[in-house]
């Protein structure tokens, strides 16, 4: 069956970094969009950055264009999200989610499958 699995969470200090990594199993990685989303207590989910299948296109939330970058490592079948200059209202817990539509969509429902989430809490 298809398994997403998100690491790198934790405490993190405002202004710190931190990478996230999703490992995909039981799908053909290469062929999927591959999205990072969040939800913070008491609020929707939102999206935060989507990479194509090639990792040549991506498109990123304002909220954290120039602090977040997303790559994808197709032969590990890992995604990635690099964290920079992280603020307090990043705390949220991250979805990793994969996508078998072949354009980037910034809407949870067009995603096809969930990872379990990693808390990431910024906090001094």
């Known amino acids: 069956q298809v398994q997403l699995v998100e690491s790198g969470g934790g405490l993190m200090q405002p202004g710190g970094s931190q990478r996230l990594s999703c490992a995909a199993s039981?799908?053909?990685?290469?062929?999927?969009?591959m999205g990072w989303f969040r939800q913070a207590p008491g609020k929707e989910r939102e999206f935060v950055v989507a990479?194509?299948?090639?990792?040549?296109?991506?498109v990123y939330a304002d909220s954290v264009k120039g602090r977040f970058t997303i790559s994808r490592d197709n032969a590990k079948k890992t995604v990635y999200l690099q964290m920079n200059m992280l603020k307090p209202e990043d705390t949220a817990v991250y979805y990793c989610?994969?996508?078998?539509?072949?354009?980037?969509?910034?809407?949870?429902?067009?995603?096809?499958?969930w990872g379990q989430g990693t808390q990431v809490t910024v906090s001094s």
């Open positions: 989610a994969a996508d078998r539509v072949g354009i980037i969509s910034r809407s949870p429902s067009e995603y096809d499958y």
């Open positions: 039981g799908l053909t990685f290469r062929i999927y969009i």
């Open positions: 990479i194509n299948q090639s990792g040549g296109s991506t």
